[in-house]
């Protein structure tokens, strides 16, 4: 599976956008992309998934360049509770292929 | 909302012990996973399992490691002897197919 690339941190204060940048340079044709929260002492938590353009739900949008080469998950007007690690993935399109979790860029929201 | 279940929340052990972390996955999921994260660092895969077999091991998962589903709802995790380096987070995940990989609290080992 591709590697990725995602800062190690990222501070911002409250209610203010945030947009974590993932590369992933050597994604497969057939690969999503998928972004996982997880706050301290949990299980990691699905966001969102795509495959091209943008997606959005409720929590955030998830956009990717046509080249697919790196995605962009933006979080709409921050809160303190938004404080969470947030891992890019980039799956397979088999449900057999586990989730390899990167390090994950540390988010920070303060008030 | 369905959810994976995880028991116990935390164990502590002696080195040597045998530990059973114990999983119940949601009800019509295929695909089960155990993953662990000592403090501080990433989510480490150790095995996926499907079809009643194991389908992915990662190196972590030794001889020390094994997995069962005895019941058609359980799914544990255990560890024959433990040793120090064991301490950590362990997680139960599960889906149905691609998407979604729904995690569970996790079970927090300490070895002594």
């Known amino acids: 599976l591709a590697k990725t690339t995602q800062p190690i941190s990222m501070d911002s204060y409250e209610g203010q956008e945030v947009n974590i940048t993932c590369s992933h340079n050597n994604i497969a044709t057939n690969d999503y992309i998928t972004w996982y929260q997880q706050f301290p002492s949990q299980g990691p938590r699905f966001i969102i998934q795509?495959?091209?353009t943008k997606v959005t739900n409720e929590v955030a949008s998830l956009f990717i360049p046509a080249d697919r080469k790196s995605s962009t998950l933006s979080l709409p007007r921050v809160s303190l509770s938004d404080t969470a690690v947030y891992y890019c993935l980039v799956e397979s399109p088999s449900g057999n292929t586990p989730l390899v979790f990167g390090k994950g860029t540390r988010l920070s929201v303060i008030a | 909302e369905p959810e994976v279940t995880q028991t116990p929340s935390h164990q502590v052990t002696q080195m040597g012990q045998e530990v059973i972390l114990r999983c119940v996955p949601i009800s019509n999921h295929l695909y089960f996973y155990w993953y662990r994260q000592i403090l501080g660092q990433k989510v480490e895969f150790l095995v996926s399992?499907?079809?009643?077999?194991?389908?992915?091991k990662s190196e972590i998962f030794d001889d020390q490691f094994s997995v069962e589903r005895p019941d058609g709802s359980n799914f544990t995790l255990k560890i024959r002897s433990t040793k120090l380096e064991d301490s950590a987070m362990y997680f139960c995940?599960?889906?149905?197919?691609?998407?979604?990989?729904?995690f569970g609290e996790g079970s927090r080992l300490t070895v002594l």
């Open positions: 399992f499907y079809n009643n077999e194991i389908s992915e």
């Open positions: 995940a599960s889906t149905l197919s691609t998407g979604e990989l729904f």
């Open positions: 795509g495959y091209k």
